[in-house]
Antibody
Framework: QVQLRESGPGLVKPSQTLSLTCTVS??????????WGWIRQPAGKGLEWIGR???????NYNPSLKSRVTISVDTSKNQFSLKLSSVTAADTAIYYC?????????????WGQGTLVTVSS | EIVLTQSPATLSLSPGERATLSCRAS??????LAWYQQKPGQAPRLLIY???NRATGIPARFSGTGSGTDFTLTISSLEPEDFAVYYC?????FGGGTKVEIK
């Protein structure tokens, strides 16, 4: 079955750019049935959508983060990536990648295990 | 922008009891709603999609109903492993979550 795994630095300095990669295994990121998404969760708080990407490179972002977010896809590596610029302590969170069910109202299944990113000097 | 309001924030129940969780949308979303379970230290897991369809491997004690603006997730008889936080989701929006805790 398909599995997703996030990777990237666990510590980012304020004002710098957070960069994460999600590697998809057991399935093709080029499938027409899915989008691929990023979600985050600050400690002890709820879930926040960051954005999603289709295999063509078409993206949709959370309006509250849109000015700082870039999501890209590399179909040759079966990976998609997140960049979040000008980070502050408020961006400290667990970051999850997930497969988005394109024809089921964007339900998310499965999710990666998540990776903690801390913004601190 | 659609806002999803979940209630109650916390539900205190005993194993074997029935749990009823609510998710209300600020405007009609048809049947475009999903439910997730999250246990401490774990990623969320999809339970229900399209308001009423159980995801693969989800036990039959979990059921989802509703359409338009009002949705319900029901756990017919709580098992010890069901005590967790539950979120609803529509598009790019999540509800604030309901914690189901042991009474």
């Amino acid at each position: 079955q398909v599995q997703l795994r996030e990777s990237g630095p666990g510590l980012v300095k304020p004002s710098q750019t957070l960069s994460l990669t999600c590697t998809v295994s057991g399935g093709s990121i080029s499938s027409n049935t899915y989008f691929w998404g990023w979600i985050r969760q600050p400690a002890g708080k709820g879930l926040e959508w960051i954005g999603r990407i289709y295999n063509s490179g078409s993206t949709n972002y959370n309006p509250s983060l849109k000015s700082r977010v870039t999501i890209s896809v590399d179909t040759s590596k079966n990976q998609f990536s997140l960049k979040l610029s000008s980070v502050t302590a408020a961006d400290t969170a667990i970051y999850y990648c997930a497969r988005v069910l394109r024809f089921h109202n964007q339900a998310l299944d499965p999710w990666g295990q998540g990776t903690l990113v801390t913004v601190s000097s | 922008e659609i806002v999803l309001t979940q209630s109650p924030a916390t539900l205190s129940l005993s194993p074997g009891e029935r749990a009823t969780l609510s998710c209300r949308a600020s405007q009609s979303v048809s049947s475009s709603l999903a439910w997730y379970q999250q246990k401490p230290g774990q990623a969320p897991r999809l339970l229900i999609y399209d308001a009423s369809n159980r995801a693969t491997g989800i036990p039959a004690r979990f059921s989802g109903t509703g359409s338009g603006t009002d949705f319900t997730l029901t756990i017919s008889s709580l098992e010890p492993e069901d005590f967790a936080v539950y979120y609803c989701q529509q598009g790019l929006t999540f509800g604030g979550g309901t914690k189901v805790e042991i009474k």
